[in-house]
C-alpha cells in the first residue's frame, strides 16, 4: 500500500477582504469549509466512510482555532466519528494538509481522508496570533527574520526582474482570471439560505500597464526596510522598492477540500479516482526566501521521476509577482503553463486555504487539457516552501 490518489475536489470562491466587510465576512471558517463537506457529500462522498479530516490554516487562533477542522465536520452534520485534525505551516498549511492525508492513505493507515485548508482573513487577519518572530525585534535580529514582501522586493533584484515585468505579468494575471472558463469543481458560498458568491473576485479585465506604473511601492519609501533587508547575508535591497499593491496578493477568505484515498477507496466510492499524487517535498531557504518554491518543486520533480518538460500543468501561488517570474526562470517553464487561470495578484490569495486551491484549479486544467502532470508550488514566510505533483489517471 503505497499510493495516493485524489477521488475529487472541490473549493470556495475566493472573497476579496475590504475595510468594512467583504463579501465572505458573514461566514465563519468552520461554516466556509463545512459548505464544501456538504458539496463534497453531495458529489458522492459518503461522510461515514471518512476516516479523518485534515485541514491546513495558517492562522489558527480565534474562530480558526480549537480544532477548525472537527467543528467545520460537525456543523455540516457528519458523523461523530470523524475525526478533524489542523496543520500550520504558514502559507504552505493547505498544501501539507492534503500531503499529511495522502501519506496516511499509502501508508494504509486511512482509507479514506478529506484535507485542504480554509481562511477567514476578514474574520481572523494576518498576524492576529502575533507570533514572536514578527513582533518582536529582537528575535527578528537574531534570527534575520525579514518580512516576506522585503524578501520579495530583494529576491526580484537578485534575479534581476524590474518593475516594468512585475506590473506586466499582473496584468496578464488579472486578464486571465477575467477570461478564465468556471468549474464545477467551485461550490458557490450561502448565508441565509442564498448564494452570496458564486465566482472568484478582484479580476479587472481592464487591467493595464499604464495603471499599475503609476502606483507607489509598497516598501520603498521607509528607510527602514533597507535595515531590515540587511538581515539577509549578500543581499541588497533595490532602491526605492519594487512592488506594489498591484503585483502583491490581495488578501481573500476561501476554502479547499479533496477527497483522498487508496485503492480501497476505489470500492467504497464505486468510482476511479481522478489523479495519483507522485511526488511531495518541503524545503526551507535563507537568501533569498522567495526561492522555496524553486527548491521544493525540484525535490518534488525528482521524487515523480518526471522532469520540467513533462509538466502540463504549473500553478504556482503569486506570493508576490516575483514568485512566479522567478519559478519559470528556474525550471525553464514557458508562460502558457503557468497559472493558467490567473492567480493571486487578482483573485486574492486566503493563506492555508491556497495550496489546495491551487491543486484543484491544477486538476481541472489538466482535465481541460486533457493533459498528464502538473506541479503546485507555494512559498510562506521564514523561508518555507511546498510542491506536490499529481498525474491526471487516464
Known sequence: MSEAFVYDAVRSPRGRVRKGGGTLAEVPPYELFGQLL??????????????????????????????????????????????????SRLCCSGLDAV????????????????????????????????????????????TGFVTIGVSADVTAAEYGITRAELDAFAVRSHRKASAAVGSGSVVPVHKGGSVVLAADEGARADACVSAFAGLPTLFGADPSWERVARRLPGSAFPVGGLHTIATAPQLADGASALLLGNRRAEHLLGRAPVARIVGTAQTAVRSPLLTAPVSAAR???????????????????????????????????????????????????????????????ALDELRRRDGEHALVAIPAALGLGSAMVVRRMS
Do not use: K
Not at 518538460?309 to 506570493?319: A, G, Q
Open 38 to 87: 456538504n458539496g463534497l457529500e453531495v458529489r458522492g462522498c459518503p461522510p461515514a466512510a471518512v476516516d479523518d479530516l485534515i485541514v491546513g490554516v495558517s492562522t489558527p487562533v480565534g474562530e480558526q482555532g480549537g480544532d477548525v477542522g472537527r467543528a467545520a465536520l460537525l456543523w455540516a452534520g457528519w458523523p461523530d466519528s470523524v475525526p478533524g485534525a489542523v496543520v
Open 99 to 142: 500531503e499529511a492525508g495522502a501519506a496516511r492513505v499509502a501508508a494504509g493507515f486511512a482509507d479514506l481522508v478529506v484535507a485542504g485548508g480554509v481562511e477567514s482573513m476578514s474574520r481572523v487577519p494576518m498576524l492576529a496570533d502575533r507570533p514572536g518572530i514578527a513582533v518582536d525585534a529582537g528575535l527578528g535580529e537574531r
Open 299 to 361: 525535490v518534488a520533480l525528482q521524487r515523480a521521476g518526471i522532469s520540467a518538460r513533462d509538466l502540463d500543468v504549473v500553478e504556482v501561488n503569486e506570493s508576490f509577482a516575483v514568485t512566479p517570474l522567478a519559478l519559470m526562470r528556474e525550471l525553464g517553464l514557458d508562460e502558457a503553463r503557468v497559472n493558467p487561470s490567473g492567480g493571486a495578484v487578482a483573485v486574492g490569495h486566503p493563506l492555508g486555504a491556497t495550496g489546495g486551491i491551487l491543486l484543484t484549479q
